[in-house]
């Protein structure tokens, strides 16, 4: 029985740390996952785990003690934001490197800077070719339910890749919502005991972490590609079992009205729950609005993507971070070069929004689908970075 | 029970040959003699943080280390030794494990009194049951011999070059083990490679065998970056406390006691002299430089002697 409560998305992914009780917590406070281990802090003292909980003295430290951790053949996990998460770049590639299936709870926050603490997704973006998973949440719901999926897909024995839990900084991380939990037994029988094949602490010895020459070191990072390429299999069984188990569809992405959508969005995150109201609204008024809602990054579902384009006349990927590029954002990157083989193309442009927390509301994704609709009629596309919701009205092509 | 070296030589070794330490590097000699130390029976882990020793004795696929290993960045040992340890108690608590296990980390003056400080300290402030020991070669010499804050005022090194406006490094050795007896860990101390090696031996004895947190600082010279007849080293080591110049004491619960005391202290350019780091000291007009190092090798050392009980 699933139980309804009313909780933080921090809560809730701090509920599902509870529940899986992992071995090693590594604990180190940034605005806004400093939750995250607080709750925890407060199971630990309340009995209620038996994890070792290491209060480090910087995120460098949390990747660090968590690649330990991992390859002693425990459960690790940590929680980060921002310019916690750019501390831990270095070790972030170590862990995927050493293919320790590491699982941090990512609180999305802009990349300082300037310093800044509401939410973008500069900061896990920056790490997208570290070689972490990467899995994302529209809300607290989500962010739960993939954080119960997280560990099944990352020790997947064809994978083992460190694996990334997103979700919005203060938007879902802060905002109380109803959220179902799952009961602790059922939690426990779905995620499974951690049985690694070697450890550096069970039957003989091991060794991680060589100075892999150029004899060997390619061969490395292909199987290391080839795992994330095996990733794409492993998140759909295991979300097709967390489906069997709990009643809750998960795929690489949701298609909210796209069979017959004309005009689309790509998105990543809570901003889904704003665009969802907005298609409602242009639907009631005859507008085949649709929204793709991107939930695993990392691997990157191109093919699967691309098809749930090919039949769109225009589409905007929305990017929640800047790409410094100068031509737009990584995931309209990525969304056109999967693109990039259709027979039929889409119309494609990047919209950057929501940079730094700046808000995005109803009406401002209601002038995206009129942007598209404009190219749609006229095949004019016209400027295609722009950027939404800035001070200056001059600087707004939509 | 008394310690016998042949004795300890005998013991089947845990760091083994075929690395690629280079001839008369004192990172090696540690690595045998810190693993000597560990009780037959007991198994360890070794974490290491980046630098000569690492890129010479675990190169793919082939590995020096007869225990559990695990390198994964330069100012880390500290913390990734912590997440073993953590581990190794968490599966302990849930009877998951029933070997018994020490976890020894180990690394350069670089990657201790540098880039990984921050990480040592966090690691023994948390209290962790490990031992951090550090190989103190006084410079970066796996990147080509570049200064550290370790490496001693003068000292000709690729970043703090000698020059007609420059004696070598201007500024004094940092004090790492004052620092990490500051810490208030159950034991800190100081050693080299002196004699039958009873010095290093009993005091990583000591370290790994003491409960908590503990730091050991082994005085390991390095030929290329010293410049000196790699069949030196001894001489060198002895020198250095003979000197005065890396005494030898432990630090136990906050407690300085001073292992050996020189019946007659010899001046600090009798060490100097064997080493061509220190060559431009000994040319006319640097005669200050020698006075300077003897004056900063005396202070330090009454320091030390007002310390000890």
Redesign the interface.
């Known amino acids: 029985m699933s139980i309804r409560e009313r909780l933080s998305g921090n809560e809730a992914v701090a509920h599902a740390m509870r529940q899986i009780n992992p071995g090693v917590f590594a604990a180190f406070p940034i605005t806004p996952s400093t939750e995250i281990p607080q709750y925890f802090a407060q199971y630990v003292a309340d009995g209620a785990v038996d994890t070792e909980y290491v209060t480090v003295e910087s995120e460098h430290s949390s990747m660090s003690t968590c690649i330990g951790a991992q390859a002693a053949g425990v459960r690790a996990v940590t929680a980060t934001s921002s310019a916690g998460m750019a501390f831990m770049y270095e070790m972030l590639y170590v862990a995927a490197s050493s293919r320790l299936p590491i699982t941090l709870a990512c609180v999305n926050r802009a990349l300082t800077g300037p310093i800044n603490i509401n939410n973008d997704h500069s900061d896990s973006m920056g790490a997208r070719d570290s070689g972490w998973l990467q899995l994302y949440a529209e809300n607290g719901q989500e962010a739960y339910d993939n954080f119960l999926q997280a560990m099944r897909i990352a020790e997947t024995a064809d994978v083992r890749l460190p694996i990334m839990i997103c979700q919005d900084g203060f938007i879902t991380s802060h905002a109380v919502e109803n959220i179902l939990l799952e009961e602790d037994a059922a939690v426990k029988a779905f995620v499974g005991d951690y049985t690694p094949r070697h450890t550096l602490l069970q039957g003989s010895a091991m060794a991680v972490g060589p100075y892999d020459t150029v004899a060997f070191c390619m061969e490395h990072k292909v199987q290391q590609a080839e795992a994330m390429k095996n990733a794409k299999r492993a998140i759909l069984n295991v979300s097709a079992d967390f489906e069997k188990t709990f009643g809750r569809k998960y795929g690489f992405f949701e298609a909210y009205r796209m069979e017959d959508a004309e005009v689309a969005l790509v998105l990543i995150g809570s901003t889904a729950g704003t665009a969802k109201a907005c298609v409602e609204g242009l639907r009631e008024k005859g507008v085949k609005a649709g929204l793709i809602k991107l939930r695993v990054f990392r691997p990157f579902p191109a093919k699967e993507l691309a098809a749930a384009l090919s039949h769109v006349k225009a589409v905007a990927v929305m990017d929640k971070s800047e790409g410094n590029n100068g031509c737009g954002g990584p995931l309209y990157a990525e969304t056109a070069a999967a693109c990039y083989d259709l027979a039929h193309r889409p119309k494609m442009i990047d919209v950057v929004y929501g940079v730094a927390g700046r808000d995005c509301e109803v009406g401002d994704i209601e002038r995206v689908y009129r942007h598209l609709l404009r190219i749609a009629e006229t095949g004019e596309v016209g400027e295609k970075y722009i950027h939404m919701g800035v001070r200056t009205s001059e600087q707004e092509v939509l | 029970m008394a310690y016998s070296h042949k004795t300890e030589l005998s013991k089947p070794e845990r760091f083994v040959g075929g690395h690629r330490l280079c001839a008369g590097c004192g990172a090696g000699i540690v690595c045998r003699a810190m693993t000597r130390a560990l009780d037959e029976g007991d ?1 360890a ?1 070794i ?1 290491n943080a980046t630098g000569c020793l ?2 010479s004795s ?4 082939y ?1 020096s ?9 330069f ?2 040992a ?14 302990k ?2 009877g998951q ?1 029933d ?1 018994s ?1 020490k976890f020894l980390a180990i690394g350069g003056d670089g990657g201790t009194y540098d880039i990984g400080f ?2 040592l ?3 023994m ?2 209290g962790h049951d490990m031992v951090y020991f550090c190989y103190d070669n006084e410079a970066y010499m796996n990147t080509g011999i570049q200064r550290s804050s370790s490496t001693p005022q003068f000292a000709n090194a690729t970043t703090s070059p000698i020059g007609t406006a420059s004696t070598g490094k201007p500024q004094r050795k940092k004090d790492m083990t004052a620092i990490m007896a500051a810490h208030g860990i159950p034991y800190v101390a100081q050693t080299t490679f002196l004699g039958n090696f009873k010095d290093l031996h009993e005091k990583a004895h000591r370290a790994i065998y003491t409960p908590g947190p503990a730091f050991v600082n082994v005085m390991a010279p390095c030929p290329r970056g010293w410049q000196y007849p790699a069949e030196l080293l001894p001489e060198l080591c002895r020198l250095a406390v003979e000197t005065c110049v890396f005494p030898l004491f432990e630090v136990i619960e906050g407690q300085w006691h001073l292992s050996y005391e020189p019946k007659k202290k010899l001046p600090v350019e009798d060490y100097m002299r064997l080493q061509g780091r220190f060559k431009h000291c000994f040319e006319p007009g640097n005669e200050w430089t020698l006075e300077a190092a003897q004056k900063d090798v005396d202070a330090r050392w009454e320091q030390l002697l007002a310390r000890c009980i």
């Open positions: 198994k882990v974490t690492e890129v675990f190169l793919y696929p590995t280390w007869e225990d559990s290993y695990i390198h994964s960045a100012e880390n500290g913390a990734t030794c912590g997440g073993v340890e953590a581990a190794y108690k968490v599966l608590k849930r494990i070997d296990y921050q990480s300290s966090g690691a402030e948390r």
